[in-house]
């Protein structure tokens, strides 16, 4: 079979660049291992404009996020599933100090959009515990991250566009103007493989970080939390009296391997906070795809142009992707030109290490 792109990977980054790509008329084949390694199982899927310790504006938040929420909503609609649920967060200070900071920093022109009232009280009906106050950010939003993945696998298929199987770089042969694998002729081969990237010979010299990340899945009777909760850890509502919480970071072991410890660092984050009795009902691992800037990897093989890579999205694939994936797929298209911050040519290599 002949197709203009076969992608390797169906996390967050291969399903929304194939959507683009298929929207545009072009033929499309994706590969994926059963998601065996899919951080976009693993994650929370939250969208944040307001992140980190420092309570900083989420970066080109007033693009990306609304993007976003344009194409998961207009999937909900094609596929007829509901994923995406818009959903304030209750930002928690996790101490005097971030309470200060947030005086100094609320006055800030790029925040005012997100900010909502402050939080005094202790919220749920005096459940969680607040001893150093809060602010509700609004333009937050959660993805049911199993029911997307699901959702764009079933689109795929109806499409005749998935393979389920391992891709392998030694079964690949590059021609001028093709690639051959198996039996697929492809004009290019586009890598949105996450962290296996690292693995992958073409591209094992990008500089990534991979960040494994666990996450547990809880119920607390009775809480009736209906927005995020950060406060040195997120906890989405997924339904009833359920939490997804998270998540570790652990820079050094990359598997897929749910940890006691993993667990127990994470029961320890809500401790105190909220209220007892906290039932884990599940416990799930992945890598995160993180690069040493932390923005997106777009782009072509400096030696080979029917190679590609989509990558790089970090902690923050569901809010990135779909616009950094509609880029991608633009320049493919040579309708677009990608963003010099996201270029994969940021990153130097000498041509002798090359593939
Ligand atoms: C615990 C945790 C919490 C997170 N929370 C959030 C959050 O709240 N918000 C957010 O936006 N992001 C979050 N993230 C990050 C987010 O999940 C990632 O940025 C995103 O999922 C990366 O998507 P991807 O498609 O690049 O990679 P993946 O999701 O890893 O997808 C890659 C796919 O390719 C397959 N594959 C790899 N190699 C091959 C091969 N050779 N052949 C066939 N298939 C292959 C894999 O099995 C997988 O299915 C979190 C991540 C973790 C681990």
């Not at 909503?73 to 959903?87: G, H, I, M, V």
């Not at 997100?114 to 609004?138: F, L, M, R, W």
């Not at 109806?158 to 039996?183: K, P, T, Y």
Request: glycine share 10%; with cysteine; hydrophobic share 40%.
């Amino acid at each position: 079979m002949r197709v203009d792109y076969l992608i390797v990977g169906q996390g967050v980054a291969g399903s929304l660049l194939s959507y683009f790509l298929l929207q545009a008329g072009k033929s499309v084949l994706v590969v994926d291992d059963g998601h065996k390694h899919a951080a976009s199982i693993t994650s929370l899927g939250l969208i944040n404009p307001v992140i980190g310790l420092r309570l900083n504006k989420a970066w080109r938040a007033e693009t990306l996020l609304p993007f976003a929420r344009q194409t998961y909503r207009e999937l909900e609609q094609k596929f007829n599933t509901k994923f995406y649920r818009d959903l304030n967060s209750l930002r928690l200070f996790i101490d005097d100090k971030q309470q200060k900071r947030w005086q100094k920093k609320k006055d800030a022109p790029e925040l005012q959009p997100y900010i909502g009232s402050d939080i005094e009280g202790e919220p749920c009906k005096g459940q969680i515990a607040n001893p150093h106050g809060g602010v509700e950010i609004t333009g937050s939003a959660s993805i049911d991250t199993a029911v997307f993945v699901d959702a764009f696998r079933a689109y795929l298929i109806g499409q005749n566009a998935l393979r389920a199987g391992s891709f392998s770089c030694d079964d690949m042969q590059i021609e001028a103007d093709c690639v051959h694998w198996q039996d697929v002729e492809a004009g290019k081969v586009i890598f949105c493989d996450g962290w296996q990237i690292t693995l992958n010979r073409y591209f094992d010299w990008l500089p990534m970080s991979p960040d494994k990340g666990e996450s547990i899945d809880i119920e607390i009777p009775g809480l009736g939390l209906d927005k995020i909760l950060n406060r040195g850890f997120f906890m989405a509502p997924t339904g009833g009296d359920r939490y997804r919480l998270g998540a570790t970071h652990n820079h050094s072991t990359f598997d897929n391997v749910p940890t006691d410890a993993g667990k127990a660092e994470l029961l320890k984050k809500i401790e105190g906070i909220v209220p007892k009795p906290v039932r884990v009902l599940a416990h799930q691992a992945g890598v995160r795809p993180s690069s040493p800037d932390r923005k997106p990897i777009l782009g072509l093989h400096p030696q080979h142009s029917q190679l590609g890579v989509f990558n790089g999205l970090g902690s923050k694939g569901y809010s990135q992707a779909p616009y950094f994936a509609r880029q991608f797929a633009d320049f493919l298209l040579s309708t677009g030109e990608l963003d010099a911050e996201v270029r994969i040519n940021r990153f130097q290599i000498d041509s002798a290490q090359l593939h």
